[in-house]
């Protein structure tokens, strides 16, 4: 029997991964009650090859123009909008997720608002990722400040529905998890659940993803002094230059 989960999945130009990350969400222990593809603005064969993939049942939003600041954030409302069932889970079109991903996390739903796998880098994609995979078993000896990705989870639609569905932010993962607990919800992440994030990582897209969350940490209001120990301790300095920098930008924008 399926599970009572709708599996958003939203991708821009993902040929590379989508394959993959579509395999993973058709062998799960229990099959979801319904699969949507919200296609952003796709020029390459990710919306062909996912028609060959999913079943007939499926619903593929072709997406044509941006109406949101932020690309995500509106792709996860059209989601969110046409889902089914009791909980929505997204899977990101690079991301591979375990077996018993739906499984377990739909039957966490009804006490927890949102759970998410543990997120690791996919080492075999070559030395950068092997970098990347390293550090983030740093984690295991300083596990402050690890929280859960928004990429591979599960989260109550009512729960969802009461927040206000996601945000025009830059994380809207992240915003979701803060309204949810302001809510009085709770939001975890199941360690004993590991997905792959598949995508070859470059020295250029490592820098480009820490200016990408010190901007959304400047967003989300965390403080200057909890974003600058957070990029000495995890090393990531272009976390604080991301943030440092949308104050700069607002200041040159008067605000």
């Not at 993962?173 to 598949?198: C, P």
């Amino acid at each position: 029997m399926p599970v009572n989960v709708t599996v958003l999945i939203c991708a821009h130009n993902e040929e590379s991964y989508i394959r993959k990350s579509l395999e993973g969400i058709l062998l799960q222990s229990i099959p979801p009650a319904q699969i949507i593809l919200v296609a952003d603005r796709c020029t390459d064969k990710t919306v062909a090859m996912s028609k060959n993939i999913l079943p007939r049942n499926s619903i593929i939003i072709e997406k044509r123009k941006l109406l949101w600041k932020n690309s995500y954030a509106e792709n996860l409302e059209i989601g969110r909008k046409n889902a089914v069932g009791e909980a929505l889970a997204i899977v990101d079109a690079d991301i591979l997720v375990p077996p018993r991903f739906l499984e377990k996390t739909s039957a966490s739903c009804p006490e927890w608002a949102s759970v998410s796998a543990l997120v690791r880098t996919d080492p075999s994609q070559g030395l950068m990722n092997q970098l990347v995979s390293l550090w983030e078993r740093s984690y295991l000896f300083t596990p402050l400040g690890r929280e859960p990705r928004g990429g591979a989870r599960s989260i109550s639609m009512r729960a969802l529905e009461e927040a206000g569905g996601f945000r025009d932010v830059i994380a809207p993962d992240t915003d979701l998890d803060i309204r949810l607990k302001q809510q009085g919800e709770r939001v975890k992440m199941d360690t004993s659940l590991v997905a792959l994030h598949l995508r070859k990582m470059s020295l250029m897209r490592s820098v480009f993803y820490q200016i990408r969350a010190g901007e959304a940490r400047k967003q989300l209001g965390v403080s200057p002094l909890r974003t600058l120990l957070h990029s000495i301790v995890r090393i990531r300095p272009f976390v604080f230059y991301g943030y440092i920098k949308t104050n700069f930008d607002a200041d040159k924008h008067g605000r």
